[in-house]
């Protein structure tokens, strides 16, 4: 069965700090992506990135960086010298390779509040 | 104009109504998925459908139905509908070719409420 867990139901922190937000996934499959999609409070899923399980290449895109490895099953996201604008809800997200049927399993979401 | 869109964006109704979520798309995908949002849950799949005659049950299909009315059209519909309905449905669209493999592109949500 397919499962992401997001571990860390909420998450403070003060403006510049950096922030790690920890997503594990579970899956059979040998092809497989992972997502990771931004919901402010305005209700709209924005999306940030997406992996596939062929590439564990590090990405880096501003002050954003996404750590994949295999080896633990783990797709980390950590924003460096978080802003007020970061504060949001994230969601980690899988969808199976096998049948390409695109669904989308999701963690349960991250809460990051940062204050100025 | 924004590529998925869905109406009503919010909406309050009694239970034992009938109500019916709308989605339309311009990308042109053959694709199209309705999920729920509760809080602390993350969001589930209700239905989704492949084309107009390819619909298939997700998740947490009881109490839903769906209609693909066209590939740009996907509407959701509660048939009598019960307050642990109350959430927020998110259409989304994909397509598994090309550059925008498996990405799925959501609307802005329908904010639904059951008294």
């Known amino acids: 069965a397919q499962k992401v867990t997001q571990a860390q139901t909420e998450i403070s922190v003060v403006e510049k700090e950096d922030v790690t937000l920890d997503c594990v996934y579970e899956t059979r499959d040998t092809t497989y992506y992972l997502f990771w999609y931004k919901q402010p409070p305005s209700g709209e899923l924005v999306f940030l990135i997406r992996r596939n399980s062929f590439d564990e290449q590090n990405e880096i895109s501003g002050r954003y960086s996404w750590n994949f490895q295999k080896s633990t099953s783990s797709f980390n996201f950590t924003i460096t010298a978080s802003q007020v604008v970061d504060s949001a809800v994230y969601f980690c997200?899988?969808?199976?390779?096998?049948?390409?049927?695109?669904?989308?399993?999701f963690g349960q979401g991250t809460t990051l509040q940062v204050k100025p | 104009d924004a590529d998925v869109t869905q109406t009503p964006r919010n909406r309050i109704t009694k239970t034992g109504k009938r109500i019916m979520l709308e989605c339309s798309q311009t990308k042109g995908h053959d694709r199209m998925y309705w999920y729920r949002q509760d809080p602390g849950l993350g969001l589930r799949l209700i239905y989704y459908?492949?084309?107009?005659?390819?619909?298939n049950k997700g998740e947490i299909s009881d109490g839903y139905s769906v209609s693909r009315q066209a590939q740009a059209k996907f509407s959701l519909s509660l048939e009598s509908a019960i307050p642990n309905q109350t959430a927020l449905y998110f259409c989304?669209?994909?397509?598994?070719?090309?550059?925008?493999?498996?990405?799925?592109?959501f609307g802005p949500g329908t904010r639904l409420t059951v008294l």
């Open positions: 997200a899988l969808s199976h390779g096998s049948g390409n049927t695109g669904k989308l399993i």
């Open positions: 989304a669209t994909s397509d598994p070719s090309g550059r925008e493999n498996n990405e799925q592109f």
């Open positions: 459908s492949f084309d107009v005659k390819d619909i």
